[in-house]
């Protein structure tokens, strides 16, 4: 089993949906939580960090459930820009961990 | 800043070729990475390092050495190229301290073929 495990997608949203996407890990001693967004042909960056009470920045929303190991990402109205892969990412110690990405095609 | 920079941006060689990507940082982290990515396998960690002098194997290690002599520079070099090592290649940096320390900044990556 992987360590952290995406669905790969793609997910096909019309613009204007909600679209919510769900990450599990592994390793009950992850540390902490992100989500990097990797747009096509360029380097993933920092989406946002996930913490234990759930985090918001403008329409996207984190929350991470440490019981059952899993930690999701919400984008409400979303637009045409959100087109990319979205990684999870779990910390450990020294080790960075990164899901193999979800896919998301926003449609006009 | 410049942040993260890579050298070169794209590279072809021949099987059996050696060279040696450069990755610089000018955020005074402790801690880079080299990764490699391929369709439908996602970010593969080569080698790390947590400081200067500092080297370790990551998930994928073979074909690959690397050296941190300078704390702003990572170097990954293929001794002896192969077809498999096609890829895109890309380095990464973070701090020691929060909140650098949870945020990776990456490179633009290296396209290398090998043919």
């Known amino acids: 089993r992987k360590e952290v495990e995406q669905d790969p997608g793609p997910f096909n949203v019309p613009e204007g949906a909600t679209v919510a996407f769900n990450c599990t890990y592994s390793?009950?001693?992850?540390?902490?939580f992100f989500w990097y967004r990797q747009d096509c042909r360029k380097e993933p960056k920092l989406l946002m960090s996930v913490y234990s009470s759930g985090n918001e920045d403008g329409r996207f929303t984190a929350q991470l459930n440490r019981a059952s190991q899993y930690i999701s990402l919400l984008i409400r109205d979303s637009k045409l820009s959100d087109s990319a892969t979205y990684l999870c990412v779990v910390n450990r110690d020294d080790k960075i961990i990164f899901g193999k990405g979800t896919r998301l095609h926003i449609l006009p | 800043n410049a942040g993260v920079t890579q050298t070169p941006k794209f590279r072809v060689l021949k099987t059996g070729q050696s060279m040696t990507l450069l990755c610089a940082q000018d955020m005074n982290h402790e801690y880079m990475y080299w990764y490699r990515q391929d369709p439908g396998m996602g970010l593969r960690l080569i080698h790390y390092s947590v400081g200067e002098g500092t080297t370790a194997k990551g998930e994928v290690p073979d074909g690959y050495n690397v050296s941190r002599l300078k704390k702003q520079n990572f170097l990954l070099g293929l001794e002896s190229a192969a077809p498999s090592q096609t890829s895109v290649y890309f380095c990464?940096?973070?701090?020691?301290?929060?909140?650098?320390?949870?945020?990776?900044?990456f490179g633009p990556g290296t396209r290398l073929t090998v043919l």
């Open positions: 390793n009950s001693a992850s540390q902490s």
């Open positions: 990464a940096s973070r701090g020691e301290v929060p909140p650098s320390y949870n945020e990776q900044f």
